[in-house]
C-alpha cells in the first residue's frame, strides 16, 4: 500500500543546534514532494518545493534533500530558534495535482 | 490579496443536522483541494477541483459528504446528515494549477464539532 511516514514522536532540540526531521514514503513516485509548517490552530504553510531530478534545495537556514532511490527526504533547520517549534509536514505530489501529506513531525526547539 | 478565505471558523452541531463550509479562493487560482485533520488520522484529502471540475473526489468519506464549485473564486463542503466522527478541522487550499510549481495556499479551517 501506499504510505508517507514521518517520526511520530517530537523531536526536542537546543536552540542553536540543528533539527534533522525525516520523510519516507513507499509505492510513491512523486514528481516533487514539498514541506510545509503548521502551527497549532493555523492552516499549513508552504516551505521548500524539491523536484525529483533535484538533490539538494536551500532557502534561508531550511535545507530539504530529495533521494529518489531510498525514497526519503530530509529537512534540515540550521541554527534552530524557539520559534521554528511547530509541526512540519512532508506532502508529495502523487499525480497532476493530488498532493498528499504525512502526518507530521513536531519539533520544540529549547532556549 | 486576503488569501484562502474560510467559513465559519468554528461550528458545532447536533448529531444529524447539515452542516456547510465555505471557501473562498485567492484570485487567480484554479485549483481547490478540501483537506480534513484529525488527530488519527492526519491531513487527509477529500477532493480537489482544476478550472471548476471535481478531479478526484476519492478521499469523500460517503454519500454524505459532496462538494461543489460553483464558480471560480468559491466552494463549498457540505455534510448531510452530520455525525460525531465528522468532527475535525476542514481546511480548504488552492494553488494556480497548470503551471504553477504546486505550492498550496491554504485557509485557516473550519473546526466543526458534532455532538
Known amino acids: 500500500s501506499q504510505k508517507i511516514e514521518q517520526n511520530s514522536e517530537a523531536l526536542n532540540i537546543q536552540e542553536g543546534k540543528t533539527a534533522t526531521l525525516t520523510c519516507n514514503y513507499t509505492n510513491y513516485s512523486p514528481a516533487y514532494l514539498q514541506w510545509y509548517r503548521q502551527d497549532p490552530g493555523r492552516g499549513p504553510v508552504f516551505l521548500l518545493l524539491?523536484?525529483?531530478?533535484?538533490k539538494e534545495k536551500r532557502k534561508e537556514r531550511l535545507k530539504v534533500t530529495f533521494d529518489t532511490t531510498l525514497k526519503q527526504s530530509l529537512f534540515h533547520i540550521t541554527a534552530s530558534q524557539p520559534a521554528d517549534s511547530a509541526t512540519y509536514l512532508c506532502?508529495?505530489?502523487?499525480?497532476?495535482?493530488?498532493?498528499?501529506f504525512g502526518a507530521g513531525t513536531r519539533l520544540f526547539v529549547k532556549a | 490579496d486576503a488569501g484562502v478565505i474560510q467559513s465559519p471558523r468554528h461550528e458545532v452541531t447536533e448529531m444529524g443536522q447539515e452542516v456547510t463550509l465555505r471557501c473562498k479562493l485567492i484570485s487567480g487560482h484554479n485549483s481547490l483541494f478540501w483537506y480534513r485533520q484529525t488527530m488519527m488520522r492526519g491531513l487527509e484529502l477529500l477532493i480537489y477541483f482544476n478550472n471548476n471540475v471535481p478531479i478526484d473526489d476519492s478521499g469523500m468519506p460517503e454519500d454524505r459528504f459532496s462538494a461543489k464549485m460553483p464558480n471560480a473564486s468559491f466552494s463549498t463542503l457540505k455534510i448531510q446528515p452530520s455525525e460525531p466522527r465528522d468532527s475535525a478541522v476542514y481546511f480548504c487550499a488552492s494553488s494556480q494549477g497548470q503551471g504553477s510549481a504546486g505550492e498550496l495556499f491554504f485557509g485557516e479551517g473550519s473546526r466543526l464539532t458534532v455532538l
Open positions: 506532502a508529495l505530489n502523487t499525480g497532476g495535482f493530488k498532493t498528499i
Open positions: 524539491i523536484r525529483e531530478n533535484e
